[in-house]
């Protein structure tokens, strides 16, 4: 079964990067069927797409957050990575990973998200 | 950028009874379109994919139809473990972008 598990800290302050990883079980990141999202979702609103990373370290990313997010993925550690510069008070959200399918685009499989507050 | 509009924003429906939701984009996705549905404190979970195809272990009272830019979800008699909220998602190729409804939440009338 395919299993998706966020990581990383709760608390980032103003200005600072926040960074995230998943890490996938169940499935392997070199597969080349799938892409590998990340999601957010501010507290009590909707869902946006940050972006994806392929199993060759190519990324697509939301035109809106293009500027201050580096997605990257390690196939040897079936982990791949979030990181956020510059954040404010409005990149407070719960941030989920999820497996974005190559030749769809639907998400299938989700991580249970993580809560990133950002906060001095 | 593709806008995708869902209404109502709540539902209120009785036990047993049929709900129907709608979905319209900013412009034609052909099927591109996913619906989840996302209970307090949970990770959206797939119902649907390709606007019609229920994923694995989708119970068949849930259905779904449209294409081009119009989109509905239907739950044929609501269950107690249907409330939560319903989301949409358009899926393009190119350029790659995911673009998410603003949710319906449906609950117990």
């Known amino acids: 079964q395919v299993q998706l598990q966020e990581s990383g800290p709760g608390l980032v302050k103003p200005s600072e990067t926040l960074s995230l990883t998943c890490t996938v079980s169940g499935a392997s990141l070199t597969s080349g069927r799938y892409y590998w999202s990340w999601i957010r979702q501010p507290a009590g609103e909707g869902l946006e797409w940050i972006g994806r990373?392929?199993?060759?370290?190519?990324?697509d990313l939301n035109a809106s957050l293009k500027s201050r997010v580096t997605l990257s993925i390690e196939t040897s550690k079936n982990q791949f990575s979030l990181r956020l510069t510059s954040v404010t008070a409005a990149d407070t959200a719960i941030y989920y990973c999820a497996r974005d399918r190559v030749v769809a685009g639907y998400f299938d499989y989700w991580g249970q998200g993580a809560l990133v507050t950002v906060s001095s | 950028e593709r806008v995708m509009t869902q209404s109502p924003a709540t539902l209120s429906v009785s036990l047993g009874e049929g709900a129907t939701l709608s979905c319209k984009a900013s412009e034609n996705i052909n099927s591109n379109l996913a619906w989840y549905q996302q209970k307090p404190g949970q990770a959206p979970r797939l119902l649907i994919y390709?606007?019609?195809t229920r994923a694995t272990g989708i119970p068949d009272r849930f259905s779904a139809s449209g294409s081009g830019t119009e989109f509905t979800l239907t739950i044929s008699s609501l269950q107690s473990e249907d409330v939560g909220i319903y989301y949409c998602?358009?899926?393009?190729?190119?350029?790659?972008?995911?673009?998410f409804g603003q949710g319906t939440r449906v609950d117990i009338k």
């Open positions: 998602q358009q899926y393009s190729y190119w350029p790659p972008s995911r673009t």
């Open positions: 390709g606007a019609f």
């Open positions: 990373v392929f199993t060759n370290g190519s990324s």
